[in-house]
T-cell receptor, first 117, second 114 residues
Framework: GENVEQHPSTLSVQEGDSAVIKCTYS??????FPWYKQELGKRPQLIID?????GEKKDQRIAVTLNKTAKHFSLHITETQPEDSAVYFC????????????????FGKGTKLSVKP | GAGVSQTPSNKVTEKGKYVELRCDPISGHTALYWYRQSLGQGPEFLIY????????DSGLPNDRFFAVRPEGSVSTLKIQRTERGDSAVYLCASSLSSSSYEQYFGPGTRLTVT
């Protein structure tokens, strides 16, 4: 089955710096890669996602890149702010032949990001 | 609009007891997922419903775990003969349909088995 590895497990940056979190996946059939932000005691919140038909997607200060050949994808946060501090999870899922989702997400173990003011 | 809701937010039970956890998906979402999140880990898939039927229950750890969604909306996760190892946050997520990829999570139920 699919296996998602995420690095680093913890990341500390200075406010205003950039942060990069990397994930690798094992199943070449995976075609959907979301990123979730989870603050302590809160629900995971979808912040950005990418499908395998594109290599990069950007939304304001966050961007995700995907390398299908190498089976890895990364989250980039620029101009970090203290409110970006949280645990970030990457995930992967497979699609179906008719274009829908096959269902379950396989998550990485998470990266605890700390942004120091 | 209202997001995914889950009740109770916290549940403490004794080893061997039966518990039910409830999930209310976003209105109109036909796909519903249950995940379990242990401390310091990512969510782990349990079961996926499309409408009333379980489309994939391969993540249920054993036959003590069961889930239903009788009317295609609210779902209940049922755990029999609870064990201390069942302690975790149980998360529910919903998605617009089987052709949608985006999953939106509820706040979770923190289950503690003493």
């Amino acid at each position: 089955g699919e296996n998602v590895e995420q690095h680093p497990s913890t990341l500390s940056v200075q406010e205003g710096d950039s942060a990069v979190i990397k994930c690798t996946y094992s199943d070449s059939a995976s075609n959907y890669f979301p990123w979730y932000k989870q603050e302590l005691g809160k629900r995971p919140q979808l912040i950005i996602d990418i499908r395998s038909n594109v290599g990069e997607k950007k939304d304001q200060r966050i961007a995700v890149t995907l390398n299908k050949t190498a089976k890895h994808f990364s989250l980039h946060i620029t101009e970090t702010q203290p409110e970006d501090s949280a645990v970030y999870f990457c995930a992967a899922s497979k699609g179906t032949s008719y274009g829908g989702s096959q269902g379950n997400l396989i998550f990485g173990k998470g990266t605890k990001l700390s942004v120091k003011p | 609009g209202a997001g995914v809701s889950q009740t109770p937010s916290n549940k403490v039970t004794e080893k061997g007891k039966y518990v039910e956890l409830r999930c209310d998906p976003i209105s109109g979402h036909t796909a519903l997922y249950w995940y379990r999140q242990s401390l310091g880990q990512g969510p782990e898939f349990l079961i996926y419903f499309q409408g009333t039927g379980a489309a994939d229950d391969s993540g249920l750890p054993n036959d003590r775990f069961f889930a239903v969604r009788p009317e295609g909306s609210v779902s209940t996760l049922k755990i029999q003969r609870t064990e201390r190892g069942d302690s975790a946050v149980y998360l529910c997520a919903s998605s617009l349909s089987s052709s949608s990829y985006e999953q939106y999570f509820g706040p979770g139920t923190r289950l503690t088995v003493t």
